[in-house]
């Protein structure tokens, strides 16, 4: 074994990621973060282990590497390191309370013990099979170190956790034996006073220290990243080009070479880093699901210099791969993502009798979430290739190399499977290889996080969506004549906005997006919110007596009584006749005039109300003497309404539906690109000239967007055809209303003769109003 294996790289444990352990030698390890997840069974050949110094995540296997396999070993384990470490093995881990004390406890065959703690100096070596390991000096806690590993001449060196250390470079700049530097980089250059009070490096303090190395055939690699910093440590290496010195970032599972200091098939340039990062950027900065589809196996393709792919979506009943994306170079072909040209039949994750199907290998590749490298389609039986044959036969195209990779969500899901094919490399078709593997499987995963970014987005858009319409729907149901009052002004509002953004004229500076008409649209959803809690007869009050039932029916009723007595006095002879006739007539009078004023016009005149009083001071004596008040006090009070048919109260209740409204929504934690549902929604009922409600607001506190929803609202009201309490009104008198409003500061002239002018107008009138409404030109 002439290279070092990387059994674990990372500056802490998370998802995927292990602590420090390199192997040297079968039996040989430098540190023990990551011994037994890493090697399995063959854990149990490690003789021998290295340790820089005490921390946890130095430590953490070694007495799992004896404990596990204690009935299988022959040979003691032997743990090298400074005194000070070797006395906190002693004291803290090995002591008879963490861990057995195992340097008292022999092998089971072996007369020795099963554990021996090898106290070594600074620069003394080591020399076991062909290796020889020199401790040196690390800047970090009390028995810290690094080590100098050498065989046949050939060497590198492990920085172990360290701050800035000058030994490091003496030792290099000295010995040509030296090809490769493992050196720590824990923190982002942000945390540089961090790193210098827990005694760790940045990147920053790496390129500076690198200006002090005189040698340049030095490969340097890094390791011990804390993965919380991950994305600002890569930003870091990038900006210092740390990766200059034909060296990459250690992952676990890499392998790096003594002789030539490169990493076995998983070396990465500097300029594939620039293209990775360029990548997890563009998948992370997509908002266009269909652009991204493509972007995923566009840029995969490119990265692996893959002739064609494919990209799958699993169905949301999970029975399918669905065809997304198709990509062929030499046959120029571009399929699906914002083509919307790829109907191809989904590929059924069961069989017909309910078993999973194992003959497709990008089904297999999701069922099994697993990577899948096919050297030659036509010569491997294991997976059904008919499709693709198919596909060669009709082309002409010939497919060869494969590489399918599972797109697996940060839940372990798959939600689809990226598939490569044809690796070009001067013109000629070859295999993917393990570099490929690595690469597009860290890719994929930022593609699926990507995706599933996305269809949380779009989950949550759509549960917005779901959830102010059924609130809509809920409010408009409430009352049967004004079921579309919603829909309609949100119509409304949208027409306004885009004529508005479409302008050259008076709003030529105004341009909406997509997410403009969105927040308005779901501002006019959201606008009555507030009416949730209305009772339906103040919503549905058609005339002034209605309550639960119009009550017009209870004074005619008395009237009719009231008649049937005053008959019977006449027929018993205690009334005249002439008197009789004239107190019927003036009580059917009456009704009809109760009967004409209980419908809320807009004005009722002052003689009406006098005569209105007149009625309510009448009273019948019937000869029991019981008193009969024409009409009640309440009765009275309703019917004395000047214009309309609510009351001063009822008004009051409907003027608080905006006032709720404005309580409801400001308690909706609204994303921050929808933050102006909230005013667009329950500034509808506001002023210009500051007599609006609930808030009162003044013309420079009411947004355009506010006064599109005023207009919209407004102009719903008055042409709506099917209310109770009043008759759709003529387009000419709805101009002059709400031209009088603007006239009077309450209303934007400027939007209001826009809107009248506009072709707009003619478009909803036409498609939602009654014929004889439309006489504007």
């Known amino acids: 074994m002439n290279y070092i294996k990387i059994l674990g790289a990372s500056g802490s444990k998370a998802k995927d990621l292990n602590t420090t352990s390199f192997q040297i030698y079968k039996d040989i390890v430098i540190d023990a973060g990551n011994v037994l997840n890493a090697l399995g069974d063959e854990a149990k050949d490690i003789n021998h282990v290295f340790l820089t110094h005490s921390h946890a995540d130095h430590i953490t296997d070694l007495p799992f590497i004896i404990e596990t396999f204690f009935e299988n070993r022959e040979t003691p384990l032997t743990i090298y390191a400074l005194e000070e470490t070797i006395e906190v093995l002693k004291k803290h881990s090995f002591n008879d309370v963490i861990w057995p004390d195992f340097t008292k406890i022999k092998l089971l065959r072996k007369d020795a013990f099963s554990l021996i703690l090898k106290p070594i100096k600074l620069d003394e070596i080591i020399k076991i099979h062909n290796y020889s390991i020199k401790a040196i000096k690390a800047n970090h806690i009390s028995g810290a170190c690094g080590f100098v590993i050498k065989k046949n001449h050939q060497g590198f060196v492990i920085s172990g956790d360290t701050h800035i250390n000058p030994h490091i470079w003496e030792e290099i700049n000295n010995d040509e034996e030296i090809r490769s530097l493992i050196i720590e980089c824990s923190y982002p250059d942000k945390l540089q006073e961090l790193a210098k009070l827990t005694k760790h490096l940045t990147p920053e303090l790496i390129a500076n220290e690198l200006e002090k190395l005189t040698r340049k055939n030095l490969s340097v690699f890094y390791y011990h990243l804390k993965p919380s910093y991950n994305k600002e440590l890569l930003k870091d290496i990038k900006k210092h080009k740390l990766l200059t010195y034909n060296g990459k970032i250690l992952k676990e599972g890499d392998v790096i070479h003594i002789e030539t200091g490169s990493i076995e098939s998983t070396v990465l340039s500097e300029h594939k880093f620039e293209e990775i990062m360029k990548i997890n950027l563009a998948f992370s900065s997509q908002h266009d699901k269909n652009i991204l589809l493509e972007d995923i196996l566009t840029l995969t393709r490119n990265l692996t210099n893959a002739d064609a792919g494919t990209l799958y979506i699993k169905s949301k009943d999970e029975k399918y791969l669905s065809f997304k994306v198709v990509h062929n170079n030499t046959l120029n072909i571009k399929m699906g993502g914002t083509k919307n040209n790829l109907n191809w039949p989904d590929l059924p994750i069961f069989e017909e009798n309910g078993k999973t199907n194992n003959e497709m290998v990008a089904v297999v590749c999701a069922n099994e979430k697993r990577i899948i490298n096919i050297p030659d389609v036509y010569k491997t039986t294991k997976y059904q290739f008919d499709g693709t044959k198919d596909f060669d036969k009709s082309t002409s195209y010939h497919s060869k190399s494969m590489l399918v990779i599972p797109l697996i969500n940060h839940d372990n899901e798959v939600i689809g499977v990226l598939q490569l094919i044809n690796k070009i490399k001067n013109g000629e078709i070859i295999n993917f290889n393990k570099l490929d593997e690595k690469v597009i499987i860290s890719l994929a995963s930022q593609a699926a996080m990507a995706l599933t970014n996305m269809q949380l987005i779009t989950s949550l858009e759509d549960f917005i969506d779901a959830f102010v319409t059924t609130i809509a729907k809920a409010i408009d149901t409430k009352s049967p004549y004004t079921s579309d009052h919603i829909g309609k002004v949100e119509e409304i509002a949208l027409l306004v906005a885009k004529a508005i953004s479409d302008d050259n004229t008076i709003y030529k500076k105004i341009k909406y997006s997509e997410n403009d008409y969105k927040q308005l649209s779901l501002a006019a959803w959201m606008h009555d919110i507030g009416k949730i809690s209305m009772p ?41 006749r002439t008197e009789y006739e004239n107190f ?50 309440d009765e009275f009070y309703n019917l004395s309404i000047k214009k309309g048919t609510l009351t001063k109260e009822e008004i009051e ?90 006239n009077k500061g309450e209303l934007d002239k400027e939007l209001i003769d826009f809107f009248f002018n506009h072709k707009i107008l003619h478009e909803y009138s036409k498609n939602e109003l009654k014929s004889y409404q439309l006489d504007l030109e």
């Not at 919503?539 to 008649?563: G, Y």
């Not at 003036?586 to 004409?596: A, C, G």
């Not at 005149?605 to 019948?620: A, G, H, P």
């Open 584 to 633: 019927t007539n003036e009580i059917n009078n009456d009704i009809e005039f109760i009967k004409r004023i209980n419908f809320g016009g807009e004005f009722m005149s002052d003689e009406d109300i006098q005569k209105l009083e007149n009625i309510s001071r009448k009273v019948y004596i019937k000869n029991d003497g019981e008193i009969i008040s024409f009409i009640s006090e």
């Open 536 to 576: 339906e007869h103040i919503i549905d009050k058609a005339t002034k007596l209605e309550k639960i039932f119009d009550r017009i029916h209870l004074i005619e009723q008395r009237f009719e009584v009231i008649k049937l007595n005053k008959e019977i006095e006449y027929l018993k002879n205690q009334t005249p």
């Open 653 to 742: 209740i409907i003027r608080n539906h905006a006032k709720l409204s404005l309580d409801m929504i400001s308690g909706l934690p609204f994303p921050k690109k929808y933050k102006d549902v909230l005013n667009i929604a329950c500034n509808h009922h506001e002023k210009l000239n500051g007599l609006g409600y609930p808030r009162g607001l003044k013309a420079e506190e009411i947004s355009l967007e506010d006064r599109i929803m005023i207009l919209a609202d407004i102009f719903e009201a008055l042409t709506a055809s099917a209310r109770p309490y009043k008759d759709a009104m003529k387009l000419s008198k709805v101009k002059d209303i709400l031209s009088s409003m603007a």
